[in-house]
């Protein structure tokens, strides 16, 4: 049972343009959610994390818009540039169960094009 | 660099083999997790351990065991290896404190022939 659906699996954007990664889940406990770039060879790299209790997180040209209702969160990288050219994972967490360990998304690879 | 670092960063071994990857987690860091990345499952949790002792398992083989030392450094032990092990193991390590926010590692690559 995959627990967190994230699409699309690939995304190819120009640069300067706004790349849009969805994800949804099923869990209602989930409480935590973050998202993480990793470029090849590298491990995953937390980007910007949003808790349900906020509709939308902005931190440079990442945002996180959050739908508790529609159980829907997705990134949006506004200004898209060639070095935002990664693989993306949205995960979820729950965060009062004594661990913290993180339920990923399948990853979205994002092409950023000159 | 997230200070989260992993030996060794390439392994080749045969099927039926054993082999141990190592984690040291950032300093101040009382938590480490064990995360498989492979093509098919993608990133899948293992394993927990918190202050030395095991906290949260998650679709680990029993062929796979971990521990975590008095010094937090912890071992990912993966025995009678199979094809299909073949993979990235992530460790990350988190303060568990508020979100629990988790660092990773560059990962261990692992290749079964």
């Known amino acids: 049972q995959q627990q967190v659906k994230q699409s699309p699996q690939s995304l190819i954007v120009q640069k300067g343009g706004i790349s849009i990664i969805n994800c949804a889940y099923e869990n209602t406990a989930f409480d935590y959610f973050p998202w993480y770039q990793q470029f090849p060879g590298k491990g995953p790299a937390l980007l910007i994390a949003?808790?349900?209790?906020?509709s939308e997180k902005k931190e440079g040209r990442f945002t996180i818009s959050f739908n508790k209702s529609a159980k829907q969160f997705s990134l949006h990288i506004m200004d898209s540039q060639p070095g935002d050219s990664a693989t993306y994972f949205c995960a979820a967490s729950i965060t009062g169960a004594g661990s913290y360990q993180l339920t990923f998304g399948k990853g979205t690879k994002l092409s950023v094009i000159p | 660099d997230s200070g989260v670092t992993q030996t060794p960063k390439h392994l080749i071994t045969a099927t039926g083999q054993r082999v141990t990857l190592r984690c040291s987690p950032r300093?101040?860091?009382?938590?480490v997790y064990w995360y498989q990345q492979s093509l098919d499952q993608g990133l899948q949790f293992l394993i927990q351990y918190y202050n030395g002792e095991e906290r949260a398992k998650g679709n680990i083989l029993e062929r796979f065991s971990a521990q975590q030392f008095p010094d937090l450094h912890s071992e990912l032990n993966l025995s009678s290896l199979e094809l299909g092990d073949s993979a990235l193991y992530f460790c990350?390590?988190?303060?568990?404190?508020?979100?629990?926010?988790?660092?990773f590692g560059p990962g261990t690559r692992l290749t079964v022939t």
């Open positions: 949003i808790r349900p209790d906020v």
């Open positions: 300093s101040g860091d009382l938590s």
């Open positions: 990350a390590s988190s303060v568990d404190l508020g979100t629990g926010e988790q660092y």
